[in-house]
């Protein structure tokens, strides 16, 4: 089984779980984090989102063999964003991962991702996008247009911001504003901020077990309006401060 050694050793990279009444995917789950960061100093944070099913008690007993997982609880829902900022607050590593607690995202590809961040100091973020992707073709259709239109005002070069695989610097994540829904705006989010965006390929894979906990409509609307806010972000950030520290000693 995968360890970080020990309580004592700070971790590199720290892995965001949020989720909500996912009990029957936590552990499989979990222990794919684990291995697929086996040869890593890592931790796992899972943030419960104010779950009312049997989440809490699984996590509990996962918790005993696995000094690198760590378990916080909101005591009522209050979405995917906030779950993902809570464990951001709460996180050691220097490198942010975030993945979704459905199981549907592949733990197989965060070693890739994180590859990818490390071989190009100027990048900020590494996103996956879907390929073969598995949701409803309603869905499929909706998130489309949503893609295209927020390309159309945004410009971040980004096929797909709804997968939930992404890895970022915790210095950068900790600069962005936040706001609910914030986590489906990363890429254009971290542009704003001067640093790069990469994209890579993931597989999604069908949920085993449990229903989304988001719809399409809703999910919509409230989404146009946080666009424009977006936009509104990056056009009244019109240049990055190049910055320097004086010496006054003659060298």
């Known amino acids: ?14 892995v965001i779980v949020p989720c909500k ?16 960061l086996a040869d890593e100093a890592f931790e796992v944070i899972v943030v419960d989102d104010g779950s009312t099913d049997d989440s809490p008690a699984i996590l509990f007993d996962l918790t005993f063999e696995r000094p690198w997982l760590r378990v916080v609880r909101h005591s009522a829902s209050c979405g995917q964003s906030a779950a993902i900022r809570t464990g951001l607050i709460a ?13 549907q995202n592949d733990p197989k590809y ?9 071989a190009d ?3 900020g973020l590494v996103a996956g996008q879907r390929s073969h992707r598995t949701d409803t073709s309603v869905k499929r ?6 893609n295209w239109l927020r390309g159309v005002l945004l410009k971040d070069q ?15 994540f900790l600069l962005l504003p936040y706001f609910d829904g914030w986590h489906r ?8 901020e001067g640093c790069g965006v990469a994209h890579m390929d993931v597989v999604d894979r069908k949920r085993k077990y449990g229903a989304s906990k988001y719809g399409i409509i809703d999910r919509g609307l409230i989404g146009i309006l946080d666009l424009f806010g977006v936009w509104w972000l990056r056009r009244r950030r019109k240049r990055i401060p190049e910055t320097m520290e004086m010496d006054f000693d003659g060298r």
């Open 1 to 14: 089984m995968a360890s970080r050694l020990s309580r004592g050793t700070p971790p590199r990279i720290t």
């Open 21 to 36: 009444d996912e009990a029957g995917n936590l552990p499989e789950l979990i222990e794919e984090i684990g291995n697929a």
């Open 91 to 103: 996180a050691d590593g220097d490198i942010v991962a975030t993945i979704d607690g459905d199981g």
């Open 110 to 118: 965060l070693p890739l991702l994180i590859a990818s961040l490390d």
């Open 121 to 123: 100091p100027g990048l």
């Open 141 to 146: 259709i909706a998130s489309r247009f949503a």
């Open 158 to 172: 980004t096929a797909d911001s709804g997968c939930g695989l992404k890895v970022l610097r915790r210095t950068v």
């Open 185 to 192: 705006y990363l890429p254009a989010l971290v542009l704003r």
